[in-house]
């Protein structure tokens, strides 16, 4: 069975960090790129950023909203991605995803989310 | 890259049938067959329903159904249930490796 568990998610001071992990299983986490994808409470879906494999470079593409302070990667000897997300801003408040991207046109696996609270 | 637009709501009795539009651009919708759209209820992971525009993963029911017209996808629900009743987004390719989603339908069945 395909799983997808982000944790990490909390409160945290506007300005401040916080690094999610994302924990595949079931599948062949080397060969999948991860996105990232958040929603804000009440709000829509945000495609937040993704990372690729290893063939295709680790490379990785960021939303303009985040570019700059957040930063993706992974670690496919744990099946485990990261988002690292640096000077925090109260919009940032979100239920982040991890979602696997398959055959480069659909999102077909999801998290559950992990929660991120930015407030003083 | 804007966000691709959805009616904020849609309702409908069951048995009945209703249609989700998701407007784009040239630059999103109307470049790619990459439109794919996600049922949320709340506490759950979101699932796929529909992808590439109009194909149907294993285990979706077909009464799910998919279609494009220039820079408008559209979700077709037929023989709608109760259990249909959930949030729906769209999803598109914009180039340059940049996803874009559209604001969310709240479907309400009656």
């Known amino acids: 069975e395909v799983q997808l568990v982000e944790s990490g998610g909390g409160l945290v001071q506007p300005g401040g960090s916080l690094k999610l992990s994302c924990a595949g299983s079931?599948?062949?986490?080397?060969?999948?790129?991860i996105h990232w994808v958040r929603q804000a409470s009440g709000g829509g879906l945000e495609w937040v950023g993704r990372?690729?494999?290893?063939?295709?470079?680790?490379?990785?593409e960021y939303a303009a909203s985040v570019k700059g302070r957040f930063i993706i990667s992974r670690d496919d000897s744990e099946n485990t991605a990261y988002l690292q997300m640096n000077s925090l801003r109260a919009e940032d408040t979100a239920l982040y995803y991890c979602?696997?991207?398959?055959?480069?046109?659909?999102?077909?696996?999801w998290g559950q989310g992990a929660l991120v609270t930015v407030s003083s | 890259q804007s966000a691709l637009t959805q009616a904020a709501s849609v309702s409908g009795s069951p048995g009945q049938s209703i249609t989700l539009s998701c407007t784009g651009t040239s630059s999103d919708v109307g470049s790619y067959k990459l439109v794919s759209w996600y049922q949320l209820h709340p506490g759950k992971a979101p699932k796929v329903m529909i992808y590439e525009v109009t194909k149907r993963p294993l285990g979706v029911s077909d009464r799910f159904s998919g279609s494009k017209s220039g820079n408008t996808a559209s979700l077709t629900i037929s023989g709608l249930q109760t259990e249909d009743e959930a949030d729906y987004y769209c999803c598109s390719y914009g180039g340059d490796s940049i996803w874009v989603f559209g604001g969310g339908t709240k479907l309400t069945v009656l």
């Open positions: 979602t696997r991207l398959q055959g480069g046109s659909v999102f077909d696996y």
């Open positions: 079931g599948f062949t986490f080397t060969d999948s790129a």
């Open positions: 990372i690729r494999s290893k063939p295709r470079n680790y490379a990785t």
